[in-house]
């Protein structure tokens, strides 16, 4: 089945800095890699998502890119701001419909 | 819209006990999920039902059962609660299974 690995675990950057998290999965089927962003005491939300025929996807501070060959994604956002300090977690679905999770990064934006 | 909605929010059982995690959706979505969260191991998939009248295991599903009542609800049964159980699970929905997933805000278990 598929296994997703997310790195790192723990970030801390600097307000107005750019952060980064990248996943590596194993199911070279996988073709939807979703990212989600939890808040302490909430269910994680949607923040971006990309599709397998697509290498890039932005939405204003968010991007995403992936390199099917490499089996790797990562998420970018730039100009880090408070509010951005939260879990993220990366995800795989491959064809049997399973949303295969990372183990998550804690992001701490540093005033 | 209430969106995903999960009963109870927290819950402490006795070793051997039994329950039953609710969940509804509101969104007439047609994929339906049951992750656990524990410190450091992310979110595990334990079932999941791809569409109304399927269940299938996910990476963690020794100790529960399922049920897809119908295209709104999907539960969550522990028959014999162990302390290995306590955990946080969320309830998650999607329209399908590659679109988003919008989850519940999760209910606290724990098993002493």
């Known amino acids: 089945g598929e296994n997703v690995e997310q790195h790192p675990s723990t970030l801390s950057v600097q307000e107005g800095d750019s952060a980064v998290i990248k996943c590596t999965y194993s199911?070279?089927?996988?073709?939807?890699f979703p990212w989600y962003k939890q808040e302490l005491g909430k269910g994680p939300q949607l923040i971006i998502d990309?599709?397998?025929?697509?290498g890039e996807k932005k939405d204003q501070r968010i991007a995403v890119t992936l390199n099917k060959t490499a089996k790797h994604f990562s998420l970018h956002i730039t100009e880090t701001q408070p509010e951005d300090s939260a879990v993220y977690f990366c995800a795989a679905v491959a064809i049997d419909d399973k949303i295969i999770f990372g183990k998550g990064t804690r992001l701490h934006i540093l005033p | 819209n209430a969106g995903v909605t999960q009963t109870p929010k927290f819950q402490v059982l006795k070793t051997g006990q039994s329950m039953t995690l609710q969940c509804a959706q509101d969104?007439?979505?047609?994929?339906m999920y049951w992750y656990r969260q524990d410190p450091g191991m992310g979110l595990r998939l334990i079932y999941y039902?791809?569409?109304?009248?399927?269940?299938d295991k996910g990476e963690v599903p020794n100790g529960y059962n399922v049920s897809r009542l119908n295209k709104r609800e999907f539960s969550l049964r522990l028959e014999s609660a162990a302390p290995s159980q306590t955990s946080v699970y969320f309830c998650a929905s999607s329209e399908w299974v590659k679109n988003e997933a919008f989850f519940g805000q999760g209910t606290r278990l724990t098993v002493v």
């Open positions: 969104m007439n979505h047609n994929s």
């Open positions: 990309i599709r397998s025929n697509v």
């Open positions: 199911d070279s089927a996988s073709n939807y």
């Open positions: 039902s791809a569409s109304e009248g399927t269940t």
